[in-house]
């Protein structure tokens, strides 16, 4: 994984501007067929004053460059179904089309050639390698295999690896647990949110996962996995590591946690990404992750605003890499935060309180406004949950988050269950404003 060894200073600099110098390499060869034949990037860069590839010589040069947001690239496919003008070569060198899930916004449909779908799978390996998985392992995949991308890119990464790659498409939350018994799978891939739901069903079905095979256990889709309280509820329902992933379907599987599991790094070998203030635009410690994706040619992001909320941190990670990392991973969307009372609280913020307290099996928020803004947050628990722990969570929440809410509980199996990104927050008060009920 390139690791380069040895105390910070003059060695890291020299191996930070070599990074710097590779990416520049990589980002020329990238806007060389896109400024000939890409027509929506040729216009936005033309636009902007870059007429030639050799023009972006150093990273400056490149931040000089336009951001590309989601709704353009959006408007752009509703003015030129199905997949916009953002394609470098003609729809015959494609071999493969996605969606995004749509909890953001409008759907976007992406397609993929047969070299960035290498390229996926190159990203991939890399998340594997730095959760330790080896081509020995067993990998399972609670994954639906619907058009969303979601760990398709990872099935394909196993197959970079060599490892045992097994599908659980199609299957009941049963039957996956059956498969992973069977298999003695060693990896689990999928959103913290169903690895924690999987546990639940192997309890009713009276199964011990700490005592499987599994030892590993690498997710995405949502924060979850990069909160302490999630972390460490999973970690210990399946007695297995648990590491974090972040990734989108139109950049591609941008972060990973290494060995050490102190923080989210940027695989700055494959991506240049920036953190920037989303109101100055101006470069930030905490704001805005925008990113390129370096080997994406055929239908690339050039500084994309990804919406999501990052925090860098200010050090080299202990594991010796030389990719900077993020402070908890994804913090939240942007969009997402709740301004209640003055208070601005990200869901993940919300998540890390409440899963402080193990005898909480599932939970919804909901957000109102009558006279004042309110919280409620519904609680169901398990058989260990005491009369008081309504009260116990109300305390927490507002002394970690000055939030003060309305907490009840709720008989069992009345709140939703997920497989992919779970939506356990409403803000009623946002659906008013647009017209819903």
């Known amino acids: 994984m390139g690791v380069l060894r040895g105390p910070a200073g003059v060695g890291e600099n020299a191996a930070r501007g070599a990074l710097e110098q590779l990416q520049v390499e990589k980002l020329q060869a990238l806007l060389e067929p896109v400024l000939q034949s890409n027509s929506f990037y040729k216009e936005k860069l033309e636009g902007a004053g870059l007429a030639e590839a050799a023009a972006v010589s150093t990273l400056e040069d490149y931040q000089r460059l336009p951001f590309t947001t989601k709704e353009e690239l959006s408007a752009d496919q509703v003015a030129h179904p199905p997949y916009g003008t953002n394609l470098t070569f003609e729809r015959q060198h494609y071999i493969r089309v996605h969606q995004t899930s749509g909890t953001t916004g409008e759907r976007l449909r992406w397609l993929d050639t047969e070299e960035s779908w290498h390229w996926w799978g190159r990203c991939w390996a890399t998340v594997y390698e730095g959760a330790g998985v080896r081509a020995s392992d067993r990998i399972f995949f609670a994954f639906s295999f619907g058009p969303f991308i979601g760990f398709w890119s990872a099935h394909e990464g196993a ?32 959103t913290p949110t169903y690895a924690l739901h999987l546990a639940e069903v192997a309890a009713a079905e009276d199964l ?190 507002r002394n970690a988050l000055g939030l003060r809410a309305a907490v009840v509980l709720v008989p069992p199996n009345t709140l939703p269950r997920f497989e992919l990104k779970a939506r356990r927050f409403t803000d009623h008060r946002r659906a008013a404003q647009e017209g819903n009920p």
């Open 208 to 397: 011990d996962l700490a005592a499987s095979s599994v030892r590993t256990t690498v997710h995405a889709g949502e924060p979850g996995a990069g909160l302490s309280s999630t972390r460490r509820r999973i970690q210990e329902a399946w007695g297995a590591r648990c590491y974090d992933h972040a990734g989108a379907t139109e950049v591609g599987a941008w972060g990973f946690e290494c060995s050490a599991q102190a923080g989210l790094h940027l695989n700055e070998a494959e991506f240049i990404c920036e953190v920037i203030d989303p109101d100055t635009l101006a470069p930030a410690p905490e704001g805005e992750l925008v990113i390129t994706s370096l080997g994406r040619v055929g239908m690339p992001v050039i500084r994309y605003r990804t919406g999501d909320r990052v925090r860098l941190h200010p050090d080299r990670c202990i594991c010796g890499h030389r990719f900077r990392r993020l402070q908890g991973g994804v913090i939240g969307r942007i969009d997402d935060a709740l301004i209640i009372r003055g208070v601005t609280v990200f869901p993940s913020l919300i998540e890390n309180v409440v899963r402080r307290f193990p005898a909480v099996v599932e939970f919804a928020v909901d957000v109102r406004r009558q006279v004042l803004d309110e919280v409620e947050v519904r609680l169901e628990v398990d058989e260990q949950g005491s009369g008081d722990i309504a009260a116990d969570v109300g305390r927490a929440l």
């Open 159 to 190: 197959r970079h690896l060599g490892a045992l790659a097994i599908p659980g498409g199609g299957m009941a939350s049963e039957q996956r647990l059956d498969a992973i018994l069977a298999n003695q799978v060693t990896v689990l891939i999928c």
